[in-house]
């Protein structure tokens, strides 16, 4: 607009009349005539240029001065009447001036005085300049995204309502996919003729499609112990706030019919990808059949697990097929490897000790050198009597060897195999999974996250007693080339002991089968006795322990250690057994200072409190009547607090179903 009002058309105009008149005059002196017919026609030319160029400017002006109108016009109604919110506030927070738009969306005739908190809690961060710029909050049931100018006091908001409905439908019709699996079908059904298996099959197919037409997804049956579920997010959270009532419903109706059958879930979710949704859904199920079955498990492409059910205890198998199949494997991968390193958990107990002694014995019995990894800095009470056993009684002592010694001998060709955990951070010494692509893993307790990565060989069953009951079955299938000795055998049977109570607890017929077998190759019932004796003084430990019980919930008791005492982990493992004996007592857990600086927590449970579950929220895990964990806390009252939360949200999750 600037160029039109300097009038920048006049300054040529101007060069040529100036160059006219000089013309006119040096014609006039040459030639009168010729002077005066170019004065003229030249003055008639600039006379029309002049007249156009103030035609123009006139012109221009209006337009200016109409278009000047016309914006500022459209600026005000704009400013007042824009679809989206402008609030000025001042120093103190409180609303200067708000424009139509605000006034509308907070349904007020004024805002003018009021603090701008009052509209939204969300608006606390974002006025003050320190905080965020940008937030999204809500104000009556709509969203707004609110923009903060801290340096000219105001706020933007604009209406973001649809937007976050478009969002929410899209993630909530997101697909998800689930394979449903009848853990003891094949168990079941064996033994049935056609019709009582057709009728079982019918029972088993009624309770899923009544459950798949209640909350509205797709279920097909795949084979006769396996279904395959198509849903959305929307009908996953609806199965989450039911926790997964199917798992109860498949074990109360089958149980009317004098069937015992459970029902294992794994559910992938969370991505748009069909594909890796299936492949989460099996790694799901997977990890759901190694904690036992009965539960439910979903996996998120970020590695997130969240679990339900888990309220029994797995169902013990009734056939031997599985350890003799894997028996069989493991003698395969002992015969094609150079040595055998057998390694269990930190501060390891008898049935670490047991088990590790068993394998060992394997590679024996395949004529292939075999060594125990033992941190014996870590050694303590009956573990401590055995290896003392062991050393004076035994010709294997000099096959214990240290973590170092473990990797100045191993080489590629070397097998390691991890006894009584599947947890890399609770193995002896982690340096050992770099030395050899060749890892197996034998272990009794449920599956959690943490896991040993790609190992060769897995043989997990939450069901068994103890690692040592695992062992002693997959000895009977190994080549007979070299005896069990009774020293072994005592190894391998104080394991079982110590880890059923001296047979009281999770124990099964395969745990007196394998009892028996090692009794028969000598396993000596006094040796274990006088191993697992106790002195005074730890007995006097337990007993102050125990005096420090508190209820927190009708039947589950807590204990705590003094802040200023480190407590041997064998010795709070004890204090919660003892626990659980006690009248009105359903499930224990004792809190208490380790040597290693954590704050450890035992936990024993009748079956009535998966004590599992309790564990896992606190980073740890177990069985449904035995677990543990270990945390970096400050003081005891701190992690008891944790676990006090932990207990009620499983108790209180629990009696919902």
């Not at 004796?533 to 003094?562: H, M, N, W």
């Amino acid at each position: 607009m600037g160029m039109f009002r300097k009038r920048m058309i006049r300054y040529p105009l101007l060069y040529v009349s100036i160059l006219s008149v000089v013309t006119a005059a040096l014609l006039c002196v040459v030639n009168i005539w010729m002077g005066l017919i170019y004065i003229g026609v030249a003055g008639v030319l600039l006379y029309y240029g002049w007249t156009v160029e103030k035609n123009i400017y006139v012109e221009t002006e209006k337009h200016i001065e109409s278009l000047s109108f016309r914006m500022k016009k459209v600026g005000e109604e704009a400013f007042l009447h824009m679809p989206f919110g402008i609030l000025l506030i001042d120093d103190e927070y409180k609303i200067e001036w708000a424009n139509p738009f605000m006034l509308k969306a907070t349904g007020a005739e004024s805002l003018i005085g009021e603090e701008v908190f009052q509209l939204s809690d969300g608006l606390v961060s974002i006025a003050k300049p320190e905080e965020l710029r940008e937030t999204t909050v809500t104000i009556e049931e709509r969203k707004y995204r609110v923009y903060s100018k801290p340096e000219e006091k105001l706020l933007y908001f604009f209406d973001i309502t649809e937007q976050v409905e478009i969002e929410t439908q899209y993630f909530a019709d997101r697909t998800v996919l689930a394979i449903l699996f009848i853990d003891n079908y094949d168990e079941i059904t064996q033994a049935m003729d056609d019709q009582a298996r057709s009728i079982t099959n019918s029972a088993v197919t009624s309770i899923v499609n009544e459950w798949a037409a209640e909350y509205g997804l797709f279920v097909k049956r795949v084979s006769s112990d396996r279904f395959l579920a198509v849903l959305n997010e929307s009908i996953l959270t609806e199965l989450e706030q039911g926790k997964f009532s199917i798992l109860d419903d498949m074990r109360e109706k089958t149980l009317q019919k004098n069937l015992s059958l459970t029902l294992s879930i794994g559910v992938g979710a969370g991505t748009p990808s069909l594909i890796e949704l299936g492949e989460l859904a099996q790694s799901s199920l997977d990890l759901v059949l190694g904690r036992g079955g009965d539960q439910v498990a979903i996996k998120q492409p970020d590695g997130k697990l969240r679990f339900y059910g888990g309220k029994t205890n797995p169902v013990e198998k009734r056939t031997r097929v599985r350890a003799r199949v894997i028996s069989h494997a493991l003698r395969d991968l002992i015969q094609e490897s150079d040595q055998v390193f057998v390694m269990g958990h930190k501060n390891p107990d008898m049935d670490s000790i047991g088990a590790a002694v068993g394998v060992r014995k394997m590679a024996e019995m395949n004529q292939i050198d075999g060594y125990v990894v033992l941190n014996f800095n870590e050694l303590n009470g009956s573990v401590q009597r055995l290896m003392d056993e062991i050393e004076s009684k035994s010709e294997f002592y000099d096959k214990f060897i240290s973590p170092d010694e473990a990797l100045s001998l191993m080489t590629q060709k070397s097998l390691l195999v991890i006894v009584d955990t599947h947890k890399p951070t609770m193995v002896i010494d982690s340096r050992l999974f770099n030395r050899t692509e060749k890892v197996v893993v034998i272990d009794h307790h449920r599956r959690g996250e943490e896991f040993i990565d790609s190992p060769t060989l897995v043989y997990m069953e939450p069901y068994a007693s103890s690692t040592a009951e695992l062992v002693t079955e997959l000895l009977e299938y190994q080549p007979k080339s070299a005896k069990v000795t009774s020293l072994e055998a005592t190894s391998l049977l104080s394991g079982i002991i110590v880890d059923t109570k001296s047979f009281t607890l999770r124990t099964g017929a395969r745990t007196f089968e394998a009892a028996s077998y090692l009794r028969t190759h000598g396993a000596d019932t006094i040796l274990i006795q006088r191993l697992l004796k106790e002195d005074v003084d730890t007995y006097i430990e337990r007993s102050k322990l125990v005096q420090t019980v508190k209820f927190v919930k009708p039947g589950i008791a807590v204990a705590c250690g003094e802040d200023s005492r480190i407590y041997d982990s064998v010795l709070i493992a004890q204090t919660a057994d003892i626990l659980l004996t006690m009248k009105d007592v359903s499930a224990s857990f004792v809190i208490a200072h380790r040597q290693d600086g954590l704050i450890g927590i035992s936990a024993r449970s009748l079956g009535e409190v998966n004590v599992q579950l309790v564990m896992e929220r606190l980073g740890g895990g177990g069985h449904l009547t035995n677990a543990a964990t270990q945390m970096e806390a400050n003081s005891i009252d701190e992690v008891k607090e944790y676990l006090t939360n932990a207990i009620i949200e499983i108790v209180e999750g629990s009696n919902e179903q």
